[in-house]
């Protein structure tokens, strides 16, 4: 009898633990945020947690089970139901095919499935069990976004037609400044050329000195025309950038200013192999603007020193400097030396305020920074940056 | 205006103060050559063409150098340039622009189209004056054009 009973005790005892795990596993089931199911060999749902009723739009679980819904019917897509059926078949599962699917509240739903065919032991189909995740609100995001990506694309292109346009006007404009503006210019100092030549002796002293006035106006309006044009063209044309040698560059454009005025003494000390990734020709007019400059300043002294040298400044950063020991200028007008127009020094020093503007836009164009250093009576200095490579 | 025969210079030029200033530089550098001038590039046409009032011109006769401003009324100076290149009659003449365009795509194109040379007009009489004297010194003295067949 003890035998029995210890046979009875063991059974009940197994019962126990069947049951804690079934209540475990149901646990899970239950309370898992994916959707899981079993079915028939015909796709039927004979099984569901709570998930996969809310996701399909059912109230419970006995409303969808009562539905005697077949998992086949939830596709909107005939194709993505073949693709189903024809992927169970092969393998016999499935993993994480994204499905457009109607719930029975009539919500479009996309669905990622997993599942794998179940059978019995004789090797026929038993049903079909898996798991369901909804991806509706991923989807709608990702559409989201692409609608955002596709709105902002829209609005680049348009936004660059619209800068293709002004570009277009801009160019028009110069272009007829370059042409149109200087024909009368041309004209007023031709003309006052002509009367200071051939009718010197009708005019009087005053009357030359008037005629010459206006000659001197319009060559400089002249030159005026000649500056904005510069900015402009800085500022719109095409750059190619190369690997560039600004000690080179540096030394011709020393040369070039002291052939044109050769009786000053100025020493140029200029850094061998300061090279950059520049477009060319743009570069050549920074150096020419700063060295022309730092020429300029400093014709009242009688011996002159002009140095143009570098040195790194961070990773791929080249910092390149112009420094003269001119008659310099006063820090308080460091940052509006760059404007364009400004000037600092008077009509003692010729120039319209263009130079300084120019080697900013070309420098920016570049990705690099300008600044200036000086005082007055003790030189300047001007720094830019150039990327190494 | 002077009669169609015999010319040298053909200035392109729609611009009266610079027609006048052109010619007063070909003064101040000597130059006498007969000098004709068209005021827009279709009448430059018509006189390299003997085309309407130039019909009675003598095309046997060339001149030496055409002077041509860009910005004209009617046909602009690159087209003047363009159909001068395209006739054989004309293609060979030596054409100069002289324009107050430093616009580079305009020096580009017209290089482009076969011109002999670019001169910018500048606002210094003087500088103008000095371009004038070489332009003349080469293509009224120095240059030898080539033996034409008469058409």
């Known amino acids: 009898m003890s035998g029995q009973s210890a046979e009875l005790d063991d059974l009940r005892e197994q019962l126990r633990e069947a049951r804690a795990s079934e209540a475990k596993y149901r646990s899970i089931v239950e309370n898992a945020t994916e959707g899981i199911f079993q079915t028939n060999p015909q796709g039927s749902v004979l099984v569901s947690n709570p998930a996969l009723a809310r996701m399909l739009g059912f109230t419970s679980v006995e409303e969808l089970l009562a539905s005697e819904l077949n998992l086949g019917a939830l596709y909107t897509d005939v194709e993505q139901r073949l693709e189903l059926q024809r992927r169970l078949a092969e393998s016999g599962t499935i993993s994480n095919l994204e499905l457009q699917a109607r719930g029975a509240d009539g919500r479009h739903l996309w669905i990622s499935l997993n599942c794998h065919a179940v059978m019995d032991e004789s090797g026929g189909l038993y049903g079909i069990e898996g798991t369901a995740v909804d991806m509706t609100a991923r989807k709608q995001a990702q559409d989201a976004l692409a609608a955002l990506n596709a709105e902002l694309e829209q609005r680049i292109r348009d936004r660059t037609a619209e800068l293709e346009r002004r570009n277009a006007d801009l160019k028009a404009f110069t272009y007829s400044v370059s042409h149109d503006l200087r024909a009368p210019l041309r004209a007023m100092a031709g003309f006052s050329e002509i009367l200071l030549d051939e009718y010197n002796v009708q005019l009087d002293e005053k009357g030359r000195r008037y005629v010459e006035r206006v000659k001197a106006a319009s060559v400089r309006m002249g030159q005026l025309i000649d500056d904005v044009l510069q900015l402009s063209r800085v500022s719109g044309v095409e750059m190619r950038t190369q690997t560039v040698d600004l000690s080179g560059i540096a030394r011709g454009v020393a040369a070039e200013l002291t052939a044109l005025d050769p009786a000053r003494r100025v020493d140029f000390e200029i850094q061998d192999g300061i090279v950059a990734q520049a477009d060319r020709q743009l570069i050549a007019t920074v150096l020419e603007n700063l060295l022309g400059n730092a020429w300029k300043f400093t014709a009242p002294h009688k011996h002159g020193r002009i140095d143009f040298v570098s040195k790194p400044s961070g990773p791929g950063v080249l910092e390149c400097y112009v420094r003269d020991d001119g008659v310099g200028f006063d820090p308080t007008y460091k940052d509006t030396l760059f404007q364009p127009f400004r000037r600092l020094h008077s009509s003692e020093f010729a120039g319209t305020g263009v130079g300084l503007a120019s080697v900013r836009r070309i420098v920016e164009r570049h990705g690099g920074r300008t600044w200036a250093e000086g005082e007055v009576g003790k030189g300047a200095t001007f720094h830019f940056t150039l990327a190494l490579r | ?151």
Not at chain 2, 21 to 42: C, E, P, S, W, Y
Not at chain 2, 83 to 94: E, G
Not at chain 2, 103 to 119: A, W
């Open chain 2, 1 to 151: 205006m002077d009669s169609a025969d015999g010319v040298e210079i053909l200035l392109v030029e729609d611009s009266p103060d610079d027609v006048e200033l052109t010619l007063h530089a070909f003064k101040d550098a000597k130059i006498t050559n007969r000098v004709h001038i068209v005021r827009d590039g279709a009448e430059a046409l018509d006189f390299l063409f003997a085309r309407g009032p130039y019909a009675n011109r003598d095309t046997t006769d060339w001149p030496k150098v055409i002077l041509l401003d860009l910005k004209l009324p009617r046909v602009d100076g690159l087209e003047v340039l363009r159909q001068i290149r395209a006739d054989h009659r004309t293609k060979l003449l030596p054409v100069v622009i002289l324009t107050s365009s430093r616009e580079e795509r305009d020096i580009v194109e017209g290089y482009r189209l076969g011109v002999n040379s670019f001169i910018q007009k500048p606002v210094d009489f003087e500088q103008f004056a000095a371009a004038i004297r070489t332009l003349g010194l080469y293509w009224l003295v120095l240059n030898r054009p080539p033996q034409r067949a008469a058409a």
